[in-house]
Each structure stands twice: as C-alpha cells, then as structure tokens.
C-alpha cells in the first residue's frame, strides 16, 4: 500500500517534474513530507503563495512540463489566485494542489473552510475535491491532462484526512500527451489566397503561435513584401535576424507600426490574439489564421478566418499565394522602424542630455539629469549572454525591453503579457532559475512590482536560485503616470516612498548595488550579470521619460502638454 499524497508526488516524478513551489502547513503535510522522501522532486517554499504560482507558471512556460503549486487551507489556496490567473492567460500547463479542512467537516463552515471549487471556478478548467481515496489516481490523471490539453490550469483538493488515506500501491498513473496539429480547411486557403493577391500591399501581424514556423513565416514575408509587427511574445524566435520585422504595436510599440497598419490594402494575422483592437486596422480587408476558432474575429472585423494550425497553414499559403514584385510598402516601413531606432540609440548615450538636442529635451523631460531607462536597458541587451531567460515586471520596465532588448541566440521571456499583472518579474525568475542554475536569467523589476512581492527575495536567497534583479526604480507607477498624463490629468498616487532597494536586499543577505550616475551604469550591469549567485542592482532612473505610444492623437498629446504644465505648476507650488 501506499498514501494518496505518495501516489501524487511520484507520479508528477514520473512525469518529470523537478520543482514543487508554496507554502507548508496543516492539511497539505502529508504532501510535503511525500516530497521531502522523493529524490527527483525539489521544493521550494516562497514567502507568499502568489509567488508560487507565478514561478509553476513561468516553468511550465519554458519547459512544457506542468508546473506544480501548492497552497493550505483556505488563505493559502486563496494567495495562489493570481498567479495562477497568470498561467490560464499565459496558457502554461499548471496544477494546484490545495488544502482544504477534514472531509467529515466539509459544508460546516469549519476554521478557514473554502470552498475551491466555486472559488476557481473560472481559473481552472478542472477542479475537484478528492472525498474519498478510491478516486485516485483518476482524477489525478484528470487534471493533470485537462492542463495539457487546454492548455492551462487544474486544481486539485485535498481534504487534511485523504492525503494519509491509503491506496493500493500497484494503482498506475497514466497520462496522455499527444499534441495535435489542426489541418486548416482548404476551401479557407483559397479565400485567404485571393484576398492576399488581391491586395497592393499587405502587413503582417505575427505572434507567438508562429514561433515554431520561423523560416516559413519570413518566407511568405518575403513572397509577400510585406513589413511584420511582431507581437511581444514573438518578440523570442521571431525577431533575432529578421529583416521584415518592424517591432512592436500598442503602448509599446513604434510609428512604423502604425504608418504600416494605416497604409496596407491588406493585414494577415498569424497565430496571435493580440488584445488592444485599437492599435488594429478598423477597415483593411483582414486574414486571420489561429488554431482556436474563438480567437476569429474577436479583435477586428475578419474577412476570411482560417482555424488551423500556423505551419501548416502558413506552408498551405505557400504553395499558393503569388509573389509581390512592388517592395516599397515593405522598404518604406523598414525605414522609418530604422530611423526610430537610430533616435532609441541616441537616448541611450550617457553624453546624450549633454548635447544640444538632449539639454533642450532633457528641460521637458529629465530635469534632474538621472539615468534614462532606455540606457539601462540597452546595456543590460549588450552585456547579458545569449541564452538569457528575461523576466519583466508589467508597465514600463516591459516598455523598455521591448524596444531596448533583443531576443536573439536562444534568448528567452516571460512575462504576465496577458493578465498583465505587477509583481510577476521577480517569482517568474525564480521559476526560471529553478529549472535551471547554470543559465542566466534577469528580470526587469519595476520598482512598484518588486516591493509588492519584496519577501520573495528572500526565497532566492534561501534557495541560491541566481536571478539577477535589475531594478528600474523611478519611484513611480509609471505606467500608470503615462495614463494620467495622456488624459490630461497631473500624475497623482502614483510616486512611491522608496527605501534604498540595495540596502534591503544586502540586509535581506542578496549582493546588491545602487547606481544613481550615467557614468557608472556600465560597471555596475557588467558586475551584476558577472555575479555568480543572486543580485539586486537598483538604478535610480529618470521618473519624466517620455514614452508617447506610436498612435497617439491630438487630444492624447495636448492631455499630455496640459498635464505636464499642470504637473509644473503644482511643483512650484509646493516649493513656495
């Protein structure tokens, strides 16, 4: 014989995971002392559940191996929420174990009884309460190839009397892994086909579904001279070596997108449910290719929707779709995303606010002459190894990854790009480290997302899991301050008492640095990254960088002079 909670542990062994992520206590005791007799399997608690899931998450991501959380009776379940909102958005196989009170007690409103499976409802796509030992392993292999197969999250709950409870020893766990590529219906093909030759010109709208098809992807680029606005999250395997990208749209994006999308007789949209319908072409006659028939449409109006899995889909175009002999479309876009680079470049120059054109912008938008985040950014691209994972807190660090960062080589990243979330920089790069300790991995923390999650500092620390956190402190919601200032509103709540972030982490006993001087930021990221276990380099970065969105209009860009004027007098104010 053997328990419920053995049975469970080995069979996630088994399954290859190495890490279980959360915080022990009552009911879940028998699961955690399963873990601490199986070799295979390291745990690793966190200050805070939420950091738990974050980290299953981000491992599951860039493994495919479900990630595994845990969390106690009622609050520590609870905790897992966001983070496991992270993984259903992120689409990452995750399974939550959770504790709940002693079976007989269920319904009684017992101490810090919850009911899970009301409360992840929505979250999981499986959930159950085991109530009895017969059960297993059936809805062990349940959840486990519900998450694979959605993919996303499963919750499982263990009652504080079940995971003791006995089951037969020889009671085998299967689970079926059989990934599936969906055909795309040829009759859709050839509707996709004649609107694309049809078309003068054609922009490409590329995500992450398209990541595995890379050499085809730039092949019907190519066939179709047509300029590609990478997603964020095809920003890794898409961007590295590509001469049709352009970079990005929506907040974080640039004017070729925009000039790109405005100027095409036709958009193609491959393996990406992009979520900002603003940033997209209202009226161009649309393709959209996307293995999930719910994602059709549901953005922007859709001419011919193709449900289908993107190499084959792509490949099926290929064989069809004519050649565009008028490049220009293509070479006008690639031009003015190299002129926008050239003037990112700029800002990068510690020299820079020295010059003319930098004293007369640093009045407007550095007048305290600190770090620009662009700086920062970059030298982080140039000095990190080529097989990278990045981590990047939601908001502004993610603004300047996007445009300064480079996912080349065998870089990876993470990020809460869907449910958009603070403070998943630091536990995503747990998650991360842990996979791996050999392989460098740096996340770009907002000061905001690493002071909600602060104690989680303390599980690198404890764990020797080498994260390089490079803090890009503002003392702001910055984000949230570009909001404001768009609508034509001062910034308000949104600056942030800071301590000095090195001193904490030193104290927290994490090497650490603070940079408040352009000249010395090179020496300071070349140490962090050179550093052989945990770092925290805190930089002291420019609060007033302008950051306008490729779009933006007459009312966004006067909300920002007004706010800006209105900021300015309320500063006089408070100094008189």
């Known amino acids: 014989m053997t328990t419920v909670a053995e049975q469970i542990v080995t069979a996630l062994a088994d399954l290859g995971v190495r890490t279980v992520w959360g915080v022990v206590g009552d009911a879940l005791n028998p699961v955690t002392d399963a873990i601490r007799r199986e070799e295979r399997i390291e745990w690793i608690g966190t200050r805070h559940e939420e950091a738990a899931a974050f980290a299953a998450s981000a491992q599951a991501q860039l493994s495919g191996t479900i990630g595994v959380c845990m969390g ?102 299967h689970i079926t892994r059989v990934p599936a590529r969906l055909t795309p219906d040829d009759d859709e093909i050839t509707r996709a086909v004649r609107l694309l030759d049809d078309a003068k010109t054609v922009t490409m709208l590329v995500g992450a579904g398209a990541r595995e098809s890379r050499a085809s992807v730039l092949q019907l680029a190519d066939r179709l001279a047509a300029p590609m606005v990478l997603t ?23 004017p070729a997108t925009r000039e790109a999308f405005e100027s095409a007789g036709a958009l193609l949209m491959i393996g990406t449910d992009f979520p900002y319908p ?55 876009a690639r031009s003015s995303y190299e002129d926008w680079q050239g003037h990112q470049r700029r800002l990068t120059d510690p020299e820079f606010d020295q010059s003319l054109v930098g004293k007369v912008r640093s009045w407007l938008d550095n007048t305290e002459d600190k770090i620009r985040p662009e700086a920062l950014a970059t030298l982080i691209d140039t000095h990190a190894a080529e097989d990278t994972v990045f981590t990047t807190d939601t908001g502004m660090s993610t603004v300047w990854l996007a445009r300064c960062v480079t996912m080349r080589g065998s870089r990876r990243l993470i990020g809460s790009f869907n449910l958009g979330s603070m403070a998943n920089a630091l536990p995503h790069a747990l998650g991360a480290a842990a996979l791996d300790r050999q392989r460098q991995v740096v996340a770009f923390c907002g000061d905001g997302g690493l002071t909600m999650l602060l104690g989680d500092v303390l599980t690198a620390v404890a764990y020797d899991l080498p994260v390089k956190l490079i803090v890009f402190d503002n003392g702001r919601l910055g984000m949230v301050k570009l909001e404001q200032e768009q609508g034509g509103l001062p910034e308000f709540g949104t600056e942030l008492a800071n301590p000095d972030l090195a001193a904490v982490a030193t104290a927290m006993g994490m090497p650490a640095a603070r940079v408040t001087e352009p000249e010395a930021l090179e020496a300071a990221v070349q140490a962090a990254l050179a550093s052989p276990g945990p770092y925290l380099l805190d ?24 706010a800006k004027m209105k900021e300015g007098i309320v500063s006089r104010g408070a100094k008189s």
């Open 72 to 173: 106690t009776v009622g609050p520590g379940s609870l905790h897992l929420l966001n983070g496991l909102y992270d993984a259903k958005k992120s689409h990452a196989p995750v399974l939550a174990i959770c504790g709940q009170v002693p079976s007989a007690e269920l319904g009684a409103e017992y101490f810090q009884e919850v009911d899970n499976d009301a409360v992840f409802r929505d979250v999981a796509a499986f959930r159950h309460t085991v109530t009895s030992a017969s059960q297993m392993p059936r809805v062990l292999e349940q959840a486990v190839q519900t998450a694979y197969a959605t993919p996303g999250v499963s919750v499982l709950t263990l009652p504080g009397d079940i995971g003791s409870a006995e089951v037969a020893k020889d009671s085998a766990v």
């Open 232 to 254: 964020l999250k095809a920003k890794e395997g898409l961007e590295d070596d590509n001469p049709f990208q352009i970079g990005q749209s929506g907040l974080i994006g640039n």
């Open 278 to 332: 603003d940033w997209l072409p209202r009226s161009t006659p649309t393709v959209q290719i996307d293995t999930r028939a719910g994602h059709i449409g549901r953005r922007t109006p859709v001419d011919v929707g193709v449900v289908g899995d993107a190499g084959l889909s792509i490949a099926a175009l290929l064989n069809r779709v004519r050649s565009k002999d008028d490049r220009s479309h293509l070479e006008k």
């Open 539 to 562: 930089v002291v970065t420019n609060p007033e960088e302008i950051a306008l969105p490729p779009k933006t209009s007459i009312d966004q860009a006067w909300g920002f002079a007004i």
